[in-house]
């Protein structure tokens, strides 16, 4: 008995020791940050002097600021663009490429990736330039038209002006989804499409009672991805239009690198990330209840 605990005991000692280094290291860089943050976003502090507690303050300026609004709804559009239409389309050309209803198959799936392996610097200065003044979007447009003084104008329509952004962010992260789904479809036994085309199933059939119920975890984790990374989006807006003009395009990580950076409110910039951070939660919480009464259904 002696020998059986002393064994069990060296067990957990080596586990500890094998996963402590890695602990560590995501309590410093995620854990502690995130109370860091909880923390400051209840004072006012500008990182040189003492930070001065102020409550609830910088939640109630926040909410009270139509810029944060603006920029919240900016978010929350970018996450229905993300789960809507990203993972589904992706599932589709995944499903296109896996059944192999069009040719030259690995062309297609790699025209579709190729963006991803663009830095989202470049592709944002590509596609200004296809949205300025002079660019292809205005000269396709002036040639459909007979119009030749015609100018871009959708970046000057507070409501409109994020639906360039949308397009290109479709257009940028739709091939992520698509190989990750592809690579998932690979796996599914191919008895379960032969015995659905035996019964006389289309591919739309094939497509959703056959493939997506099987596809659920996957889908799961690729909604996560694109919530989380809605959520935070800040490269590509911020290198298309810097949230102008007049905010219009701003996201709340835009308005908090703002805030954080240049105005140098970290305290305010701090409860701004919380922000982003409960949204986060609260969205990949309420997706897990959903998600586990369907792996129920198709179990």
Same mark, same amino acid.
């Given at each position: 008995?002696?020998?059986?605990? $002393?064994?069990?005991?060296?067990?957990?000692?080596?586990?500890?020791?094998?996963?402590?280094?890695?602990? @560590?290291?995501?309590?410093? /860089?995620?854990?502690?940050?995130?109370?860091?943050?909880?923390?400051?976003?209840? &004072?006012?502090?500008?990182?040189?002097?003492?930070?001065?507690?102020?409550?609830?303050?910088?939640?109630?300026?926040?909410?009270? %600021?139509?810029?944060? @609004?603006?920029?919240?709804?900016?978010? /929350?559009?970018?996450?229905?663009?993300?789960?809507?239409?990203?993972?589904?389309?992706?599932?589709?050309?995944?499903?296109?490429?896996?059944?192999?209803?069009?040719?030259?198959?690995?062309?297609?799936?790699?025209?579709?990736?190729?963006?991803?392996?663009?830095?989202?610097?470049?592709?944002?200065?590509?596609?200004?330039?296809?949205?300025?003044?002079?660019?292809?979007? &205005?000269?396709?447009?002036?040639?459909?038209?007979? %119009?030749?003084?015609?100018?871009?104008?959708?970046?000057?329509?507070? &409501?409109?002006?994020?639906?360039?952004?949308?397009?290109?962010?479709?257009?940028?992260?739709?091939?992520?989804?698509?190989? /990750?789904?592809?690579?998932?479809?690979?796996?599914?036994?191919?008895?379960?499409?032969?015995?659905? @085309?035996?019964?006389?199933?289309?591919?739309?059939?094939?497509?959703?009672?056959?493939?997506?119920?099987?596809?659920?975890?996957?889908?799961?984790?690729?909604? /996560?991805?694109?919530? $989380?990374?809605?959520?935070?989006?800040?490269?590509?807006?911020?290198?298309?239009?810097?949230?102008?003009?007049?905010?219009?395009?701003?996201?709340?990580?835009?308005?908090? +690198? +703002?805030? &954080?950076?240049? +105005?140098?409110?970290?305290?305010?910039?701090?409860?701004?990330?919380?922000?982003?951070?409960?949204?986060?939660?609260?969205?990949?919480?309420?997706?897990?209840?959903?998600?586990?009464?369907?792996?129920?259904? +198709?179990?």
């Amino acid at each position: 008995m002696s020998t059986y605990r $002393s064994k069990h005991s060296l067990l957990k000692f080596y586990y500890v020791l094998f996963i402590a280094p890695g602990l @560590l290291i995501y309590t410093a /860089i995620i854990v502690f940050p995130v109370f860091f943050s909880v923390y400051f976003s209840f &004072t006012e502090w500008a990182g040189v002097e003492k930070a001065r507690f102020v409550g609830l303050d910088n939640y109630k300026r926040m909410f009270e %600021d139509t810029v944060f @609004l603006h920029s919240l709804r900016n978010n /929350i559009i970018i996450v229905l663009v993300s789960v809507l239409g990203q993972i589904p389309l992706g599932l589709i050309l995944a499903y296109v490429v896996y059944r192999k209803i069009v040719r030259f198959g690995q062309f297609f799936q790699a025209m579709i990736f190729f963006p991803v392996a663009i830095s989202a610097i470049i592709v944002a200065i590509l596609w200004n330039q296809i949205f300025a003044p002079g660019g292809l979007y &205005t000269s396709i447009i002036r040639a459909l038209t007979g %119009d030749p003084l015609y100018v871009v104008q959708i970046f000057e329509n507070k &409501t409109f002006a994020i639906l360039p952004i949308l397009f290109v962010i479709l257009w940028y992260y739709t091939g992520v989804y698509m190989v /990750i789904f592809i690579a998932n479809m690979r796996r599914i036994p191919e008895s379960l499409v032969e015995v659905a @085309l035996i019964d006389g199933a289309n591919e739309k059939q094939i497509l959703f009672k056959v493939i997506t119920p099987q596809m659920i975890p996957v889908i799961f984790t690729t909604l /996560i991805f694109a919530i $989380s990374g809605s959520l935070k989006s800040f490269d590509l807006i911020f290198a298309m239009t810097g949230g102008g003009p007049a905010h219009y395009t701003e996201v709340i990580a835009i308005y908090m +690198y +703002y805030h &954080t950076f240049k +105005y140098y409110e970290y305290g305010f910039g701090s409860a701004v990330s919380v922000v982003i951070v409960v949204l986060s939660l609260v969205f990949i919480l309420f997706l897990q209840k959903y998600f586990k009464k369907l792996e129920k259904k +198709y179990a």
